[in-house]
């Protein structure tokens, strides 16, 4: 069987040349399946003798399971993201599943993005992505039971959820602010587009209400550093803004970089910077951002959760709510 051109051998011929079952070959290549470690070492010498790799297609034809799932995400250059999918995706390996990623950012056809996916029948999809109708994924994902990651309202109550609150946690971070003597409030949001960003924006619309107090000023960047640190200079130079609340971390850290280095402003004490998501890099000494966090691990663990349900055939549907808490920096 020596040569380069030699034709790949089947489990049939891959048993008889090991002198078991094809069961037994099976569960070889099975990482949770019981065998003993003798039977299966001396399956896998015989099987790199003769170049055998198991065909993972035709085993999902056979037992109807691609181990697939189907990720459908904005972007991955965006930190917060990137954090969030380097997670999942240990998690989802760990479970011998395997990620497909879609990015639908600078895509102009994003459901022929889904429909391609479709048709690898994934077991499971997880919309994370703003940027496609919750509705048309379910559409397009009929064969499974989409987990739908997401603040855009649904009309279907037959899938399951996870949902993010940051009202109680946005609630103290207002509050300490107030209490330190700041009243002229921005908002510098990610897109105008945003299911995620306007909730974020009602969460601390509806704490400054508490205080009888209202988002004087606003500006729109694109959840980027250049956007916030560009947005932050003509806004703080158009508005006597004593605190600006921002969609996301990245956009906080230019806002703050702004700030200081153009209009020298120093925080917390002659502006407010608060940012949301509450990634790494905010919590960096150069950075050392206030922002509404989310714990990212338990978030992906809830992902997980609800996969393991789909998994057990427990298909749901199933609602898990997180909260996010602040995480306290020296910029508010």
């Known amino acids: 069987m020596n040569g380069t051109n030699r034709r790949r051998i089947t489990s049939k011929e891959l048993a008889k040349l090991a002198g078991v079952s094809s069961a037994t070959i099976s569960r070889a290549f099975s990482p949770n399946s019981r065998i003993g470690s003798a039977t299966r070492d001396r399956i896998l010498a015989v099987a790199r003798e003769y170049g055998y790799q198991p065909n993972a297609i035709a085993r999902s034809l056979n037992n109807q399971r691609s181990r697939l799932v189907a990720l459908v995400v904005n972007a991955i250059g965006n930190?917060?993201?990137?954090?969030?999918?380097?997670?999942?995706?240990?998690?989802?390996?760990?479970?011998?599943?395997?990620?497909?990623?879609?990015?639908?950012?600078?895509?102009?056809?994003?459901?022929?993005?889904?429909?391609?996916?479709?048709?690898?029948?994934?077991?499971?999809?997880?919309?994370?992505?703003?940027?496609?109708?919750?509705?048309?994924?379910?559409?397009?994902?009929?064969?499974?039971?989409?987990?739908?990651?997401?603040?855009?309202?649904?009309?279907?109550?037959?899938?399951?959820?996870?949902?993010?609150?940051?009202?109680?946690?946005?609630g103290e971070i207002i509050d300490k602010i107030v209490s330190d003597g700041k009243r002229r409030f921005a908002y510098l949001s990610g897109t105008k587009s945003s299911w995620i960003d306007k909730l974020r924006r009602k969460w601390f619309a509806d704490a400054l209400a508490r205080h009888g107090l209202a988002f004087e000023a606003e500006a729109f960047g694109d959840y980027s550093y250049d956007s916030g640190f560009k947005e932050a200079v003509l806004l703080l130079h158009r508005s006597k803004v004593d605190a600006v609340i921002c969609g996301n971390d990245?956009?906080?850290?230019?806002?703050?970089?702004?700030?200081?280095?153009?209009?020298?402003?120093?925080?917390?004490?002659?502006?407010a910077i608060v940012g949301q998501d509450g990634i790494a890099m905010a919590a960096w000494d150069c950075n050392d951002l206030t922002t509404l966090s989310l714990d990212h691990v338990s978030f992906m663990d809830a992902v997980v959760e609800v996969i393991e349900r789909h998994?057990?055939?427990?298909?749901?549907?199933?609602?898990?709510?997180?909260?996010?808490?602040?995480?306290?920096?020296?910029?508010?």
């Open 79 to 170: 930190p917060c993201e990137a954090e969030e999918q380097q997670l999942l995706i240990h998690r989802l390996q760990a479970h011998q599943l395997l990620p497909i990623l879609l990015c639908c950012a600078d895509h102009s056809d994003r459901l022929q993005l889904m429909r391609l996916a479709s048709t690898y029948q994934v077991d499971h999809v997880v919309i994370f992505s703003d940027m496609v109708s919750m509705q048309d994924a379910v559409d397009i994902f009929h064969t499974t039971k989409p987990i739908i990651v997401s603040f855009e309202p649904l009309e279907n109550e037959d899938v399951s959820n996870i949902r993010i609150d940051g009202a109680v946690g946005a």
């Open 250 to 271: 990245v956009m906080a850290i230019g806002a703050r970089d702004a700030a200081r280095r153009v209009l020298g402003k120093n925080t917390p004490g002659d502006i």
């Open 311 to 332: 998994e057990a055939g427990d298909e749901g549907p199933h609602s898990i709510t997180l909260a996010c808490t602040p995480r306290w920096g020296s910029t508010a």
